[in-house]
């Protein structure tokens, strides 16, 4: 299967500096990619989802201005999580789906995020 | 209110059985159906797709079912290995905005003993 990319696989940071993560299809081109998040035995909470050269859709609840999103290219998207603060350790995840389409999105390793 | 639902306590079987596991899900039309394994401290990987005018799929051990009169998916892993052992998330694939998204349950742990 196609693989996505993600990097940090793990982070520790002070509160209120930022963070990027890094998602990245490698061998096909995402015209979306849709970033998660998940909190210890819950499941998968989406995030936002956003396509190649166009402003992400940001899902109710959560904070665009805390949670920047670029899809600059049809392989790379970036996830900051802008002044972090502790509540917003968890688990990110990626996702994209490819231009084949069949519908299947393939998910990153994910980025485990500790805000100290 | 939408829900997705998926039975919150671990199965533990016996190596060599059938695995069972249910989706139940409410107020959703979702054009497809998604089942991942999901190892801890990892991404979800995929499994099956099913399509809504699909009623069954088949791939090696796994076999996927979807009923869209009774809203319900079951995944079924025969010939179990504590391998299988991980966590099994059921996704709706839903059409919202002229764009797909994936909605997830909260998953099943499964538990092979060998």
């Not at chain 1, 994209?96 to 299947?104: C, D, E, P, S």
Request: proline share 3%; aromatic share 10%; glycine share 6%.
């Amino acid at each position: 299967g196609a693989v996505v990319s993600q990097h940090p696989s793990r982070v520790i940071c002070k509160s209120g500096t930022s963070v990027k993560i890094e998602c990245r299809s490698l061998d096909f081109q995402a015209t979306t990619m849709f970033w998660y998040r998940q909190f210890p035995k819950k499941s998968l909470m989406l995030m936002a989802t956003s396509n190649e050269g166009s402003k992400a859709t940001y899902e109710q609840g959560v904070e665009k201005d805390k949670f920047l999103i670029n899809h600059a290219s049809l392989t790379l998207s970036t996830l900051t999580v802008t002044s972090a603060h502790p509540e917003d350790s968890s688990f990110y995840i990626c996702s994209a789906r490819g231009l084949a389409g069949l519908n299947i999105q393939y998910f990153g390793a994910g980025t485990r995020l500790s805000v100290l | 209110s939408q829900k997705i639902e998926q039975n919150s306590e671990a199965l533990n079987i016996q190596e060599g059985k059938t695995a069972t596991l249910t989706c139940n899900y409410t107020n959703y039309s979702p054009a497809y159906l998604q089942w991942y394994r999901q190892d801890p401290g990892r991404g979800p990987v995929f499994l099956l797709l099913i399509r809504e005018n699909e009623k069954e799929k088949r791939k090696e051990r796994l076999k996927v079912t979807f009923d869209t009169t009774l809203k319900q998916s079951l995944f079924h892993i025969t010939a179990s290995q504590p391998a299988d052992s991980a966590t099994y998330l059921c996704a709706l694939d839903i059409l919202m905005d002229s764009s797909y998204k994936l909605i997830f349950g909260s998953g099943t742990r499964l538990l092979v003993r060998p």
